[in-house]
Every structure is written in structure tokens, then in C-alpha cells.
């Protein structure tokens, strides 16, 4: 199965899990599949009401260049105001008192992920996603995504794309050794003995993504270390050259 190639870099990052607008706001140690999803959702411009069966068939492979460090803000809304200024219930009036939140966030995380499908929708998602109708996120609208974030649109084996040619956003070791990095998986990889995979449960799934209504199920993620090559490592200095120069190459072979 052919796939696209996105890369989740930022200063901020923050993957929600399990909290639902409650006084903690955590975020995962990756990217779920909820808030991808909703990424492509909005590229697309489906409201929160729409259907999302058309992502049913996708498929993702995340690798975890970077896991980044934790971080939490205290963050507060409407202290110090007249009741009718503060923040809003969902019964339609007003709290009356300053909202306190501790919000979740990955600092200085690097994700590259693989999205795999039918190729008539990686084609609808990557013209999405070069031309967005609501701006792309890294899991909260603060959190803007580096570029580049698309780095290729169709590559024939995503798994083997990211184990071989996407450049990593580490430090070559000193020693010339390979790297060893994380890869999270849909499904069991076939090449990887049992013993060495850690089985996930998440639920983060949606179902729908109403504003009264949402609902998710859960799924299963299978978590392996994998060695990659040494080559793909690079340093900080040279990282955006390389990273460019990759998604440049599918643009030069697609124009051969």
C-alpha cells in the first residue's frame, strides 16, 4: 500500500488522550489518530460535524525522531472580570470566576509519520494539505508545524521510506553507530519477533467529532525499537538543507 510522508515538528506539541476540557489538558508521547484525523478533517474543511468514514482506510506508521520534553502551563481565562465577561457554560451562561487549566505540551518534538491508503485519497489529502482550508495544527491551534511539513506525496513502500531514506532529526553518534528509534504501528509488523514489541491500547479513534456528541473507539498500537541507518542522522546545522532536498527529490522525479 503507497503512502504520503508528513513531518510533526514544532516548539509546541500537544497530542490530547484523555482529557475532554477538563481542568488537566494532557497530551500523549505521539501523535494520536484522532488529532490526525482531525488535521486532515480541516484541510479538507469538514466541520466537526462531518463524516469521517472517508479515513477509515488510512493507515499510519509514526517513527519518533524526537520525543520531545514534557511541559505544562498553568493558564487561566477571565480572571478578575464582571461575570457576564467571563467564560462561557455550555448551558449558555457565564462562570463567573477565572477558568484554571494545567495544559499538556511536548516541547521540541519530532514525529515523521507515514499515512498510508487508496491512492485516490493520499491524492484528495496531499492537495489538502498543500492548500488547506483551515491552517494545520500540531494538536491545538497554537501549535503551528515547521516546515516542511508535507515532505512527499506517494512513495511506493512507507514503511521501508522511513527505515531507509527520511532523514532523522538526531545527532549522528560520535561512534558512527547506527541509530535506534522508536516506530509505532496499526498493525503487528511481520519482521519483528513478538518479544520485542510493546502492545498499546489507545482511545483515540473517533467517531465523530460533533461538538455534543464526540465519541471514540479504541485501537491497538504495536511499538518496536528498529535501527535505522547512520546516514540518516543530521545535524541540526544541515537538518533543513537535507529535509528540503529530500521532498525535492520526488518533485524532480515526478518532473523526469
Known sequence: MS???????????????????????????????????????????????????????LEFIVRVDRPGIRLIDYHTVGGGLPK???????????????????????????????????DKDLTRLAGALRHPHWAPYLGRRSCVPDEPFLLRDHVQDPD???????????TPPHDGSDLVVDFLYERMPTDVAAAAVDVLTANDAPVSFAQHSRSHTTRRLYRTARVVPNRLATPHHT??????????????????
Open 3 to 57: 503512502g504520503l510522508l508528513l513531518r510533526l515538528a514544532g516548539p509546541l506539541q500537544s497530542w490530547g488522550e484523555r482529557s475532554a476540557f477538563t481542568a488537566v489538558r494532557d497530551t500523549a508521547p505521539f501523535p494520536t489518530r484522532s488529532a490526525l484525523i482531525g488535521l486532515f478533517a480541516a484541510a479538507e474543511g469538514i466541520g466537526r460535524g462531518g463524516g469521517l468514514a472517508r479515513y477509515e482506510s
Open 84 to 118: 457576564a465577561r467571563t467564560a462561557a457554560t455550555s448551558g449558555g451562561s457565564n462562570k463567573g470566576a477565572a477558568v484554571i487549566t494545567r495544559r499538556h505540551y511536548l516541547a521540541d518534538a519530532v514525529f515523521a509519520v507515514a499515512v498510508a491508503g487508496p
Open 239 to 256: 537538518l533543513m538543507q537535507q529535509l528540503i532536498e529530500y521532498a525535492h527529490d520526488e518533485n524532480t522525479e515526478e518532473g523526469a
Open 160 to 170: 521501508e521510506e522511513l527505515r531507509a531514506h527520511v532523514p532523522v532529526s538526531q
